[in-house]
């Protein structure tokens, strides 16, 4: 139940948001800065802890509802309190999380325990105050959002306007207002007549982070389709649809399964799209719809291990990726709770660990490198000997600064650039 299956910093990076497959979202907040322990700035401490799922069974198809969090999204910041999204496989939840630091007291019809008191007792009017009390973070549901989706929910994205949001399911996109929860628009529909024509689902799909008319989605086809809603009302026809031709030299049994993109994510200027395979990163260019402008090998020593991933189900992982603040680096991981950052200007790249055994606070990590055949380094670790069952498949960047949150299964980790 405590497997982490999202990661999410806020708009300011203050806070930071996971849910896992128990249906929790723990919110860790940021240390602020103190004249006594200038280096504890940048740990993050629990903030709020609350359960936003539950499990729940769907009598009409007799399934069970996990309660798991496939994702959480933040809203920006409008006043004191702070508000997130997150969901799991059916229901879309609306959380404020909000502080009280005191209380009041001194009713008149009721006494100190909250009991009522008798009327004929009552001979004085009494003002009530409010007393300092300890601090107290709640976490209350605004808005619930369910039945609109007959999948499973894979991704939803806040627009731009901050008054719509996006869920997607396997077939369908449906486009949400946050005030209205019993009826969404259907924006996206491309579940076919005949099932038994179905070729490809709706893999991921997010909003541009400017024009609050466009959004994309990805496709297990490994296609990025770009749509714009001021065209018509349903998205069916994209506006520019991004693919790459496949290498016929490369064509293997696996190829389709491992050309299935698992995240896409927009960059903060809106003018790049990275995507996930399951071997590469890919960014594109907006304006270059037929192949890439930066294609990133992430594991490319487990191509000749296919057969066996497949056997053991991890070639269906979805791995996410994700941008630094300033669109330069990019990150997402790999297995043996291995993660790699890419550098677009210096084309560099590093593979780093994050495990218990080299965690030390403060400690400097060592990149790490995996070795195919022939004679190993001491400090290489064999291809044979990766462990694929601890994998990391969600990270979050934060908005301005060089921190990083890693989730290798129960744990979470969170990195900082070494100061000098």
Request: glycine share 4%; hydrophobic share 35%; with cysteine.
């Amino acid at each position: 139940a405590d497997i982490i299956s999202t990661v999410e910093f806020n708009h300011t990076g203050e806070l930071l948001a996971t849910g896992d497959k128990g249906g929790r979202v723990v919110i860790f907040q940021r240390e602020q800065e103190s004249k006594n322990q200038p280096h504890r700035r940048g740990e993050y401490n629990v903030y709020s802890t609350f359960q936003s799922h539950e499990p729940e069974f769907d009598y009409l198809k007799s399934l069970e509802i996990e309660e798991k969090i496939n994702k959480i999204r933040w809203l920006p910041q409008q006043n004191a309190a702070y508000f997130l999204l997150s969901t799991n496989d059916k229901t879309v939840k609306l959380w404020k999380v909000s502080e009280r630091d005191k209380r009041p007291e001194g009713y008149n019809l009721k006494d100190e325990d909250g009991r009522l008191r008798d009327p004929s007792m009552i001979t004085v009017l009494r003002v009530p105050v409010l007393r300092p009390m300890d601090l107290m973070v709640e976490a209350t549901p605004r808005r619930v959002f369910a039945n609109a989706h007959t999948y499973h929910i894979n991704s939803i994205s806040v627009n731009s306007d901050y008054e719509t949001y996006m869920s997607a399911d396997d077939l369908r996109i449906n486009l949400w207002n946050f005030e209205i929860t019993n009826q969404s628009f259907n924006i996206v529909d491309i579940k076919p007549a005949n099932m038994e024509e179905l070729t490809e689902v709706i893999t991921a799909a997010e909003f541009h982070p400017h024009h609050c008319n466009t959004f994309v989605y990805s496709s297990s086809k490994g296609t990025i389709r770009l749509c714009d809603m001021r065209t018509a009302a349903l998205c069916d026809r994209h506006a520019k649809f991004f693919e790459e031709p496949e290498d016929p030299s490369n064509r293997s049994f696996f190829s389709e399964i491992i050309s299935s993109i698992s995240d896409v994510k927009f960059s903060h200027s809106g003018r790049y799209i990275m995507t996930r395979d399951y071997l590469t990163v890919k960014v594109w260019d907006l304006n270059m719809e037929n192949r890439p402008i930066e294609t990133y090998q992430v594991h490319d020593y487990l191509r000749s291990k296919l057969c066996s991933l497949y056997e053991n189900d991890c070639i269906f992982d979805k791995f996410e990726c994700v941008w630094n603040g300033s669109d330069s680096v990019i990150m997402t991981g790999s297995y043996n709770n291995f993660f790699r950052m890419f550098d677009r200007n210096t084309k560099r790249d590093v593979t780093l660990e994050a495990s218990r055994e080299n965690s030390k606070p403060r400690a400097v990590l060592k990149p790490r490198k995996v070795c195919v055949g022939g004679k190993r380094r001491k400090d290489e670790i064999s291809v044979d000997s990766l462990d694929f069952s601890k994998k990391i498949l969600h990270t979050a960047w934060h908005p301005s600064e060089n921190i990083i949150a890693v989730a290798a299964t129960n744990n979470l980790y969170i990195f900082q650039d070494k100061v000098n």
